[in-house]
């Protein structure tokens, strides 16, 4: 049965600071891997999905990665910013399954 | 584009009562879910429908029902609404159930006393 990890459960950082997200899952049979951002009280953003056949995925200031053998995902975020504080959360697709399983995500919050 | 817009925003019931939660996706998305957050539990699948005329059970589907009117439309009800269904409950839509972004509508809170 998949699982997926993520630590810390939460993370303070001044403004300005690189800073990276882990997300580690126990099946390493997987689809794709999908990392999600979660405001109080809203729904999730998707940020980057990044298919089982990729490395890693970047978009602006972020960067995922993903390295299936020995199931982890990093998400990077450069230059943090105190827009840039919510939950993360990361998802992976299970091969041979339509679900997604959920991380129960990092709470970041940059300080100005 | 609206997205995945969902009603009710916020619902109290009481214990036994019935609702359904809408869901509507204008993205010609083929596959659609539904998922509950519950504090330090993460996100659970309820059901989902693969496809328009589909659906089919997910981890925690007792004390739901799904109906996949139609292809943009995808509503969950509670029959008989009990305290431990006191959640957030998500809505999400993606192209094919495989390989594709799942976007998110904005979620139901939803109270049972």
């Known amino acids: 049965k998949q699982e997926v990890t993520q630590i810390p459960a939460a993370l303070s950082v001044p403004e300005g600071e690189n800073l990276v997200l882990n997300c580690s899952f126990t099946d390493s049979a997987i689809y794709n891997l999908q990392w999600f951002r979660q405001d109080p009280g809203k729904g999730l953003t998707s940020l980057l999905l990044i298919q089982s056949s990729q490395r890693e995925q970047t978009s602006g200031r972020l960067n995922a990665s993903l390295d299936k053998s020995s199931g982890r995902s990093t998400l990077y975020i450069a230059a943090s910013q105190p827009g840039d504080s919510a939950t993360y959360l990361c998802a992976v697709h299970t091969s041979g399954t339509y679900k997604y399983i959920f991380g129960t995500g990092t709470r970041l919050k940059v300080l100005a | 584009n609206a997205g995945v817009t969902q009603t009710p925003k916020f619902q109290v019931l009481k214990t036994g009562q019935s609702m359904t939660l809408q869901c509507a996706q204008d993205?010609?998305?083929?596959?659609m879910y539904w998922y509950r957050q519950d504090p330090g539990m993460g996100l659970r699948l309820i059901y989902y429908?693969?496809?328009?005329?589909?659906?089919d059970k997910g981890e925690v589907p007792n004390g739901y029902n799904v109906s996949r009117l139609n292809k943009r439309e995808f509503s969950l009800r509670l029959e008989s609404a009990a305290p431990s269904q006191t959640s957030v409950y998500f809505c999400?839509?993606?192209?094919?159930?495989?390989?594709?972004?799942?976007?998110f509508g904005p979620g139901t809170r939803l109270l049972v006393l």
């Open positions: 999400a839509s993606n192209l094919q159930w495989r390989g594709e972004t799942q976007y």
């Open positions: 429908s693969a496809s328009e005329g589909t659906t």
């Open positions: 993205m010609n998305h083929n596959s």
